[in-house]
């Protein structure tokens, strides 16, 4: 097992920045890859980014390709998600996962409680 949680949501005008933090306990941290995905309201659980367990490969949605960067610091059990240029689309509940990366919800097997990410406009 894998506990996630995550922190740093909040609200912040557009063109602001966050930086969400994810915490993992339990099994070995630097075994998976972790991603990020977020839902907003009536809408269905969507990609943002992954990345590789040793951080050397990043994928990113469209999206939020060259606002958002996601990294990870396995010596510290930790994920980040550093995202610039917000933009009231960006609205949503953030959850961090953990499992064999890519951008399908189903190959993650660890999820978090979620962040609400409010961007007013």
């Known amino acids: 097992q894998v506990q996630l949680v995550e922190s740093g949501g909040g609200l912040v005008q557009a063109g602001g920045s966050l930086r969400l933090s994810c915490a993992a306990s339990?099994?070995?941290?630097?075994?998976?890859?972790m991603g990020w995905f977020r839902q907003a309201p009536v809408k269905e659980r969507e990609f943002v980014a992954s990345?590789?367990?040793?951080?050397?490969?990043?994928y990113y949605a469209d999206s939020v390709k060259g606002r958002f960067t996601i990294s990870r610091d396995n010596a510290k059990n930790s994920l980040y998600l550093q995202m610039n240029s917000l933009k009231p689309e960006d609205t949503a509940v953030y959850y961090c996962a953990a499992g064999s990366s890519g951008s399908n919800p189903e190959w993650y097997d660890y999820w978090g409680q979620g962040t609400q990410v409010t961007v007013s406009s």
């Open positions: 339990g099994r070995t941290f630097s075994n998976y890859a």
């Open positions: 990345i590789h367990w040793n951080g050397g490969r990043t």
